[in-house]
């Protein structure tokens, strides 16, 4: 079979690509066997909360995954992948408040709740199919596709690039957040989507269906770190890392950057919504706050400890600063964006490659050293 054909499954010949696998998979495990064989009594079981936790911690690996995608290899700083991570959230937040039905605090079978307090009498078009979990699974996907395949059309057309760009996708999500505040849009202004009772049938706070969401999480960081190493290693790839080093050679060559860069935009934004779906059933809610400029600038900061242009360290930095601000939060919760701040400028001065350019470059000193010693053994 031609090996053009296979290119999903380049991935697996790489010794990196295994390694993460192999680690997410042993860390899926472990939380497993802690939470379900380990009494809740010892030190070493893993409470239900904590399960939940984990699987926001790897949503944000998603969705951190994904903002690699774009600015690693294709050199687009989006600041406005929070805006796709947030539509991707609220496409599943309608689906989990129609399953609420009559159980509601109104008891209206169709309604939610937050429309029956400011008199709505029916509910709008776009609410409609979201009673459906296929329908609305697909709205996940497809909702954040079509905005980034409409912005990037006009944006890569135009050619803005640079620093514009990253303004433009900027304005686009403090857009869509006031946008989302307002009650007349029909999504529940300031207080958002909450108060979810299941999905798909289970019941939102048994602790077997928080289990099942963690591991469905991990699943999908999995296949979507798959998909993104699959896109870099082919010849798309070659091509993006190309119009990121030399945008304008790159077309004097005669690709139709454009293209290149609208289909990985929309990959990235379809990605991030996934990370937003698996999100808010963990959390329990879905508000216009996940709009926030500043969560989109956060998330850039993941990628940049983790070490942009790897992929795996997107993940190592979403993980470790939302752990850091899980404790922080906990002890001095005014100090977070300072320490978040220090921790940008310490990374950028001391480790511009990130956390995964200092992995790298400790494997390759011990690559250099065991290289040394056997060549003195042979000459020996």
């Known amino acids: 079979m031609d090996s053009s054909r296979l290119w999903l499954l380049r991935p697996f010949g790489e010794r990196s690509t295994l390694i993460f696998l192999g680690v997410l998979l042993a860390a899926m495990a472990l939380v497993t066997l802690l939470h379900v064989a380990v009494p809740a009594g010892h030190p070493l079981h893993v409470s239900a909360y904590t399960v939940n936790l984990f699987g926001k911690y790897l949503s944000y690996a998603l969705l951190a995954v994904a903002v690699d995608l774009v600015w690693g290899y294709l050199g687009i700083l989006s600041l406005g992948h929070g805006a796709f991570f947030a539509l991707g959230g609220y496409a599943m937040g309608m689906y989990l408040m129609r399953q609420i039905g009559d159980r509601g605090v109104y008891g209206h079978p169709v309604l939610p709740d937050f429309m029956v307090f400011l008199n709505w009498d029916s509910l709008p078009w776009y609410w409609h199919g979201f009673d459906m979990a296929g329908f609305a699974f697909l709205m996940v996907l497809l909702v954040p596709g079509a905005l980034a395949l409409v912005f990037g059309f006009l944006a890569f057309r135009s050619r803005v690039t640079g620093v514009y760009l990253s303004i433009i996708t900027q304005a686009l999500t403090f857009a869509l957040m006031l946008a989302f505040f307002r009650n007349e849009m029909g999504f529940g202004g300031n207080n958002g989507l909450t108060d979810f009772r299941e999905i798909h049938g289970f019941n939102l706070r048994s ?3 928080r ?7 991990g699943v999908a960081l ?8 699959a896109i870099v290693t082919s010849k798309l790839g070659r091509v993006c890392v190309a119009t990121r ?3 304008a050679r790159t077309r004097f060559l005669g690709y139709r950057v454009e293209r290149f860069q609208l289909f990985v935009f929309v990959v990235s934004a379809m990605l991030a919504g996934l990370a937003g779906a698996l999100y808010v059933p963990q959390v329990g809610i879905i508000n216009p706050s996940e709009f926030s400029p500043l969560f989109s600038i956060e998330i850039v900061l993941w990628v940049a400890l983790g070490g942009r242009a790897t992929l795996y360290g997107a993940v190592i930095g979403a993980i ?3 752990y850091a601000k899980t404790v922080f939060t906990g002890v001095m919760p005014d100090a977070w964006l300072f320490a978040l701040g220090g921790l940008f400028v310490l990374v950028t001065v001391f480790l511009p490659k990130g956390v ?4 790298a470059l400790r494997y390759r000193r011990r690559a250099e050293g065991s290289g040394a010693f056997s060549g003195k053994e042979a000459s020996a």
């Open 207 to 209: 602790r077997d269906t």
């Open 211 to 217: 289990l099942g969401l963690f591991l469905a999480t």
């Open 222 to 229: 999995a296949l979507g770190y798959v998909l993104c190493r």
């Open 245 to 247: 080093d030399a945008e």
């Open 320 to 322: 470790l600063v939302n």
């Open 356 to 359: 995964a350019g200092l992995l």
